[in-house]
Nanobody, 124 residues
């Protein structure tokens, strides 16, 4: 069992930056691929970014490429999402997820564990 707790969300102006963190507890963190997803108001869940267990492979959703960066610190059992050049359309609840496969999947169906989410609101 893996427990995930996100933090770092809040209100930010367009063009600004914020860093989200996801702290994991449970089994060996480096065995898990980690992903970030988001759900905007009135929309479905969307893939944002993912990173493999070792950190050597990352993948991003098209709408965030070049603006967001995913990283992880396996010694701290934490995955990060750096959000830069934020736009109002980035407003959403951001969720951290873990997959026991260790692979950086871009589909929610492959993730076994989910956090409770953290709100990011971008004002124009």
């Amino acid at each position: 069992q893996v427990q995930l707790v996100e933090s770092g969300g809040g209100l930010v102006q367009a063009g600004g930056s914020v860093r989200l963190s996801c702290a994991a507890s449970g089994r060996t963190f480096s065995n898990y691929g980690m992903g970030w997803f988001r759900r905007a108001p009135g929309k479905g869940r969307a893939f944002v970014a993912a990173i493999s267990g070792s950190g050597g492979s990352t993948t991003y959703g098209d709408s965030v490429k070049g603006r967001f960066t995913i990283s992880r610190d396996n010694a701290k059992n934490t995955v990060y999402l750096q959000l830069n050049s934020l736009k109002p359309e980035d407003t959403a609840v951001y969720y951290c997820a873990a997959t026991s496969s260790g692979i950086a999947y871009n589909a929610a169906v492959w993730y076994n564990y989910w956090g409770q989410g953290t709100q990011v609101t971008v004002s124009s």
